[in-house]
């Protein structure tokens, strides 16, 4: 049977979902989607130019991509749902990223004004995915508020530091019945398996990507990881013990 | 405490002393951190770290390219009215200077802004001279309603103005503000300011705190190289920079580090900046400030500007002009002499051939 990921009532068999804020040249997008398999693309509505085809990033994303644009720049919920409208009167469709920032430094997000902007939104039949630091009571209300799935950051956004907070998105893919898309901050293919192991639904990967020397060959790489990473969750990975459990185990002849 | 208080802390700080004290061993511990403080960027302005220009170089490239990617945005200067009422012995613009002082209509700025729209920039940066009377809110207010029309992001560089007034613009879709200082130092900031409203030192130091509390979204300072040690003037900017993120975790930061260019009245810059200077500037804001931009304007000839791309600068003028209505055929002077006259085709296949992106539009006014 194959593995479908089901958002918003569209099917995906691919869990790498790729940002393109970053990268040398639009041109590259497609070429990165395609080593990738990549199936969900956001842009930065900041960043869309419907008038000026030649620089419009939108215009790069492979039309059998769902183009998913964020709501990037919005510094409160009131931003970020007149960003979402704009994207939609756009023709940019009707899934978008919750992105608000207040914090211009590390740009994590503000969960309370995320949370507000989802409500409205995901009322308005927008398929919301929310970029959340990974807290589970905020996890709930996001679910509570009508998210399609919730994107805990991994760390900050461009940091290439890892799942730092690997804790805290184990907890939310236990709790939470949506899926947990580990969205900022992985830097490498493994940190992206490792992920996917665990049981995160998907991931985002921009900044690792664009900024690689290679961005077509670090695509297909973090493909290729998403994909391991979830054939090793779906296998059932052994358990880990303090203790070696010997093959052979040297007590086996004993009999009650 | 607003950032006056802050540099008042200052004032009586022996930076040449503080200057000898720094040791090659301190510039490389320094470059190795991850979080730098004040005075740590005040030791990269240091003659000592000069010659780790490479290192600092290598760091400033690779945390740009973390946190901004490979991309650089576009925006446009146009001057709307140099009629001034200042004295700044400097200026091109100032009210003693024999030159023809003209203000655009609504009619010849639509002009303007059509010619540059049809570049595909989409960020403008409107300038003015200094004059309640000529330029009034209003005026700029209206101007703002046709731009509105051509552009999905408008900044202002013009006098300071008040909270509320900030607030009049934002509303009507102003979303970014230039303002430098000029010079930090207040004594030299009397004598090089010494008739006309800007005199007022700290109504000016303290613009970016009134905008950032009406709701700016992006704020740009900076101090105009040339007036006064480099050294100085580059670490209040980068404190003042830091001073406003961390008041107002929400704007985005940049500083400009403009350095004098010829212009109307023939003033010779004070101190001589020189590139290599320049470029420590910049490495050393960028490893203070990983996240604040660097906007780096056609004063700047073009050989260099290509080069700059890769060392942290964030954004970069195009197809300037410094004359009113000076794309549309107008012939008046122009507050400087530019230095790179590249079009903006020119300029962005330079980026691309540096291996960026030209970005046109990185914002659109909710």
């Keep these: 049977m194959q593995d479908v990921l089901t958002i918003g009532g569209r099917e995906l068999t691919s869990r790498l979902f790729l940002g393109t804020g970053k990268f040398a040249a639009n041109k590259l997008i497609p070429e990165v989607v395609k080593a990738a398999g990549v199936q969900v693309v956001t842009v930065a509505l900041r960043r869309v130019d419907p008038e000026y085809e030649e620089e419009n990033i939108a215009a790069y994303v492979p039309r059998d991509c769902i183009l998913m644009p964020n709501t990037s720049g919005a510094r409160n919920a009131q931003e970020a749902v007149r960003i979402a409208r704009l994207a939609r009167a756009a023709g940019c469709g009707n899934w978008v990223k919750i992105e608000v920032i207040t914090d211009n430094r590390y740009l994590l997000p503000d969960n309370y004004e995320t949370i507000k902007a989802t409500e409205i939104l995901a009322a308005e039949g927008f398929v919301v995915l929310p970029y959340m630091s990974p807290d589970l009571m905020v996890a709930k209300k996001l679910v509570e508020a009508g998210a399609a799935a919730v994107m805990p950051l991994g760390a900050p956004i461009g940091s290439n530091r890892g799942l730092k907070t690997k804790e805290l998105v184990r907890i939310l893919i236990e709790e939470i019945p949506l899926p947990v898309i580990v969205d900022a901050g992985l830097g490498r293919p493994s940190e992206a398996a490792e992920a996917m192991e665990m049981g995160a639904a998907a991931v985002l990967v921009n900044t690792a990507i664009a900024t690689a020397r290679d961005p077509i060959a670090m695509a297909r790489a973090f493909g290729l990881a998403v994909e391991a990473g979830r054939q090793a969750y779906l296998a059932g990975l052994g358990e880990t013990t303090v203790y070696a459990r010997a093959s052979s185990p040297l007590t086996g002849f004993l009999r009650d | 405490m607003s950032f006056y208080e802050e540099r008042q802390r200052y004032n009586h700080f022996d930076f040449e002393s503080y200057f000898e004290q720094i040791t090659d061993a301190?510039?490389?511990?320094?470059?190795?951190?991850?979080?730098?403080?004040?005075?740590?960027?005040?030791?990269?302005?240091?003659?000592?770290?000069?010659?780790?220009?490479?290192?600092?170089?290598?760091?400033?490239?690779?945390?740009?390219?973390?946190?901004?990617?490979?991309?650089?945005?576009?925006?446009?200067?146009?001057?709307?009215?140099?009629?001034?009422?200042?004295?700044?012995?400097?200026?091109?613009?100032?009210?003693?200077?024999?030159?023809?002082?003209?203000?655009?209509?609504?009619?010849?700025?639509?002009?303007?802004?059509?010619?540059?729209?049809?570049?595909?920039?989409?960020?403008?940066?409107?300038?003015?001279?200094?004059?309640?009377?000529?330029?009034?809110?209003?005026?700029?207010?209206?101007?703002?309603?046709?731009?509105?029309?051509?552009?999905?992001?408008?900044?202002?560089?013009?006098?300071?103005?008040?909270?509320?007034?900030?607030?009049?613009?934002?509303?009507?879709?102003?979303?970014?503000?230039?303002?430098?200082?000029e010079v930090y130092d207040e004594e030299v900031y009397a004598q090089l300011h010494p008739a006309g409203p800007k005199r007022n030192y700290r109504f000016r130091l303290e613009a970016p705190e009134r905008a950032c509390r009406a709701g700016m979204r992006a704020v740009n300072v900076g101090a105009l190289l040339g007036l006064n040690s480099w050294r100085t003037e580059a670490f209040f900017t980068g404190l003042h920079a830091n001073y406003l993120q961390n008041t107002f975790p929400e704007i985005e930061v940049s500083i400009s580090p403009p350095r004098l260019r010829p212009s109307p009245g023939g003033f010779q810059p004070r101190v001589e900046v020189s590139d290599k200077n320049l470029v420590q500037y910049i490495l050393a804001f960028r490893l203070f400030m990983p996240r604040g931009g660097i906007t780096i304007s056609t004063r700047e000839r073009a050989e260099l500007r290509d080069h700059l791309v890769r060392l942290g600068v964030t954004k970069m003028s195009a197809g300037s002009c410094t004359a009113v209505g000076g794309r549309s055929g107008h012939d008046s002077t122009g507050q400087f002499e530019i230095s790179d006259e590249r079009n903006v085709p020119e300029i962005a296949r330079m980026i691309y051939a540096q291996g960026y992106q030209p970005v046109y539009k990185d914002w659109q006014v909710l």
């Design chain 2, 26 to 181: 301190d510039i490389e511990k320094i470059i190795g951190k991850s979080r730098l403080t004040e005075w740590d960027y005040l030791a990269l302005l240091s003659p000592r770290a000069e010659k780790y220009l490479e290192e600092m170089a290598q760091k400033a490239h690779r945390l740009t390219v973390q946190h901004f990617g490979r991309v650089i945005l576009l925006y446009t200067p146009l001057y709307l009215a140099n009629y001034c009422i200042n004295r700044c012995v400097y200026c091109g613009f100032q009210v003693l200077n024999n030159i023809e002082r003209k203000k655009l209509n609504l009619t010849e700025l639509a002009r303007e802004a059509e010619i540059i729209a049809a570049t595909g920039l989409k960020h403008i940066l409107i300038l003015t001279g200094e004059s309640r009377r000529e330029s009034p809110v209003s005026y700029l207010r209206a101007c703002v309603d046709v731009l509105r029309k051509y552009f999905t992001s408008i900044s202002i560089e013009v006098y300071p103005l008040q909270e509320e007034e900030y607030a009049e613009l934002i509303s009507a879709g102003v979303d970014g503000l230039t303002i430098y200082q």
